[in-house]
């Protein structure tokens, strides 16, 4: 049986896309149960130039934009957390716990994918979301803590590698780098990657810069990569595969 139940952890709107948009709409297809958690609204940041909205508009505005991304993609269910942007890591540690543990097991996804614990870019909520989720896959696999679903042991613990995601396509040596675990063409899924990423509206400026005004962003649209945290052995690195075939329940 394959690793088909992922659940994708990140910080803000758009994080799912900058990092793995390829990957996911691949496993949607592939039929794996998708779940995004998005900890908070992206509430202060960028509004576009020209602004597309009002400041007070932008958590509305970018709650509808992730969702049309998590459309694109496939995701099937997209929890957003109500936490204040750029301020993830003074969350109460026992509350994002609570909700995560909830989450983990209720879907007990075999792979969790979130941010490398440098958080990717050095963002602090990237850090935080990615210490908050370790946390909760340990909480959610002790059967002392009880909830009303049953404890879950995730399968495996994926990060974002330590690159940014829009240099995958240009590294030449990606495979031959420590870190990088799985390496996989995302071509056939280029499209659909560059529809979630404009989908994103409010933050063009970001995503023109680092992708669309390249000359080279077909190159750097199809290859995306992971990192395992741990879990079982992988049969090959870097994997050039996503799901990985492992005896899970
Ligand atoms: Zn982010």
Same mark, same amino acid.
């Given at each position: 049986?394959?690793?088909? &139940?992922?659940?994708?952890?990140?910080?803000?709107?758009?994080?799912?896309?900058?990092?793995? #948009?390829?990957?996911?709409?691949?496993?949607?297809?592939?039929?794996?149960?998708?779940?995004?958690?998005? #900890?908070?609204?992206?509430?202060?940041?960028?509004?576009? =130039?020209?602004?597309?909205?009002?400041?007070?508009?932008?958590?509305?505005?970018?709650?509808?934009?992730?969702?049309?991304?998590?459309?694109?993609?496939?995701? /099937? &269910?997209? *929890?957003?957390?109500? *936490?204040?942007?750029?301020?993830?890591? $003074?969350?109460?540690?026992?509350?994002?716990?609570?909700?995560?543990?909830? +989450?983990?097991?209720?879907?007990?996804?075999? @792979?969790?994918?979130?941010?490398?614990?440098?958080?990717?870019?050095?963002?602090?909520?990237?850090?935080?979301?990615?210490?908050?989720?370790? =946390? !909760?896959?340990?909480?959610?696999?002790?059967?002392?803590?009880?909830? =009303? #679903?049953?404890?879950?042991? @995730?399968?495996? +613990? +994926?990060?974002?590698?330590? +690159?940014?995601?829009?240099?995958?396509?240009?590294?030449?040596?990606?495979?031959?780098?420590?870190?990088? =675990?799985?390496?996989?063409?995302?071509?056939?899924?280029?499209? /659909?990657?560059? #529809?979630?990423?404009? !989908?994103?509206?409010? /933050?063009?400026?970001?995503?023109?810069?680092?992708?669309?005004?390249?000359?080279?962003? $077909?190159?750097?649209?199809? @290859?995306?990569?992971? &990192?395992?945290?741990?879990?079982?052995?992988?049969?090959?690195?870097?994997? &050039?595969?996503?799901?990985?075939?492992?005896?899970?329940?």
């Amino acid at each position: 049986m394959s690793d088909r &139940r992922i659940l994708f952890s990140f910080a803000h709107p758009d994080d799912e896309s900058f990092t793995g #948009a390829g990957v996911t709409r691949m496993c949607a297809e592939a039929g794996a149960e998708l779940t995004l958690v998005t #900890a908070t609204r992206g509430q202060a940041g960028k509004r576009g =130039d020209p602004p597309l909205c009002a400041p007070e508009e932008l958590p509305a505005t970018r709650e509808r934009e992730l969702r049309a991304a998590a459309d694109i993609l496939g995701i /099937q &269910r997209l *929890y957003l957390l109500d *936490y204040e942007d750029k301020q993830l890591a $003074d969350a109460e540690p026992e509350k994002i716990r609570t909700e995560l543990v909830d +989450l983990l097991r209720r879907h007990r996804p075999h @792979v969790v994918v979130t941010f490398d614990p440098n958080g990717l870019t050095g963002h602090p909520d990237h850090k935080a979301i990615s210490r908050f989720t370790s =946390d !909760a896959i340990q909480a959610a696999a002790d059967p002392r803590l009880r909830t =009303d #679903a049953a404890p879950h042991q @995730v399968t495996r +613990l +994926l990060w974002t590698p330590s +690159l940014p995601p829009w240099e995958f396509g240009r590294q030449t040596d990606l495979a031959d780098r420590p870190g990088i =675990d799985f390496v996989i063409d995302v071509g056939a899924w280029r499209e /659909q990657k560059r #529809a979630a990423l404009t !989908a994103h509206r409010t /933050q063009h400026l970001a995503v023109d810069r680092h992708w669309f005004g390249k000359p080279d962003v $077909d190159r750097l649209l199809s @290859v995306e990569a992971y &990192r395992q945290a741990w879990g079982p052995t992988l049969p090959e690195r870097p994997m &050039r595969k996503f799901l990985v075939d492992t005896p899970t329940e």
